[in-house]
C-alpha cells in the first residue's frame, strides 16, 4: 500500500486492519516521508518512487504483488505493473492520477507549489522559513481532503508528524508534477493494452482527482472495474474504510506466494 503526498502510510491506519486478517499487507513510507530517511540533497521524482517500490518488493520477495496506488503513487506503481506484468496480480487505484485527464485538478495547495512563477518561488521561500506558514497551508489541505469532519483533527495530527521535514520532498515532487503527468500521455496505447485486474475505487467528494478522472482510468485500462463511494472524499481510505476494504478483500489475484 502507497501513500501520496503530503502523507504517509498512516493513510492507512482504518483500512490496514480490516484487512490484516485476509491478506499479506506491506505498507511504507517512500523515502523523504514518514519516518524514512529525509535527504535534503535527493532527487524526489517519479523515478526516485518507483526505486523505493522496488527496494520494498526486493526486500520482502515479492512473486505477487496487489500493488495499492494513492494520490502522487499511481505513477510509480502503474509504470512498474506495466514493466512487470508477469508480478502484477492487480491494481487498486484510490483517488489517484497517471496522465492527463480532462478532468483532472490539482488541489490548492498542489496547484500552489507546482506551478511554475513567482508564487511558487514566493510560497517555496515563505513555508520554509516560518514553520508556522507552513503548518497552517497543512492543516487546511489535510481537512480538505477528508469528508468525515470527526476524523479531520485527529488525522492532521497522525498526518503531520514529522510535517516540517517532508518540506524537500514535497517541493521536489511539485516541482516536477506537471511535467511527469505530460510525458505519461506517450503510454497511453500501454494502458489500453494492460490485462492486469484493476479496480478503480475514488471517494466521490473529491473534486480534483475527481469521479471524472475515475471515468477516465475505466475507460482505458480494459479490465477494470470502477467503484465511486458517496461519503467519501481525496482520502477515501479513511472517510470509508470499510467500504475500501470489502473490495480489496475479495479483489481477484492470480495464484501464486508473496501475495
Known amino acids: 500500500m502507497m501513500h501520496g503526498f503530503p502523507d504517509s502510510m498512516h493513510l492507512y491506519d482504518r483500512l490496514v486492519p480490516l484487512l490484516a486478517d485476509h491478506r499479506h499487507i506491506i505498507t511504507f513510507d517512500f523515502l523523504g516521508w514518514g519516518d524514512s530517511d529525509k535527504p535534503e540533497q535527493h532527487r524526489y521524482d517519479v523515478t526516485s518512487l518507483r526505486r523505493d517500490l522496488e527496494a520494498v518488493i526486493d526486500h520482502f520477495n515479492l512473486n505477487q504483488v496487489v500493488l495499492v496506488m494513492h494520490d502522487a503513487s499511481g505513477q510509480p506503481g502503474i509504470d512498474w505493473a506495466l514493466d512487470n506484468p508477469h508480478k502484477s496480480s492487480g491494481l487498486v487505484l484510490l483517488n489517484t492520477y497517471y496522465a492527463p485527464s480532462p478532468t483532472l485538478k490539482a488541489p490548492e495547495a498542489i496547484k500552489r507549489f507546482s506551478t511554475p512563477g513567482i508564487y511558487r518561488d514566493i510560497s517555496v521561500w515563505a513555508t520554509s522559513h516560518f514553520d508556522s506558514l507552513w503548518m497552517q497551508g497543512y492543516n487546511q489541505q489535510i481537512a480538505k481532503f477528508i469528508t468525515t469532519e470527526a476524523l479531520r483533527e485527529p488525522f492532521q495530527k497522525i498526518l503531520g508528524y514529522q510535517s516540517l521535514q517532508i518540506r524537500p520532498a514535497f517541493f521536489s515532487l511539485n516541482r516536477v508534477l506537471n511535467e511527469e503527468i505530460e510525458k505519461r500521455q506517450e503510454m497511453i496505447p500501454a494502458l489500453k493494452r494492460l490485462q492486469t485486474p484493476v479496480r478503480i475505487i475514488f ?35 479513511i472517510d470509508k474504510p470499510s467500504v475500501v476494504a470489502s473490495l480489496i478483500r475479495d479483489f481477484p489475484i492470480s495464484d501464486g506466494e508473496g501475495q
Open 203 to 237: 471517494g466521490n467528494d473529491d473534486k480534483d482527482l475527481n469521479a471524472g478522472v475515475a471515468k477516465e482510468f475505466h475507460r482505458l485500462l480494459p479490465n477494470s472495474e470502477i467503484h465511486l463511494v458517496d461519503g467519501a472524499g481525496h482520502f477515501v481510505q
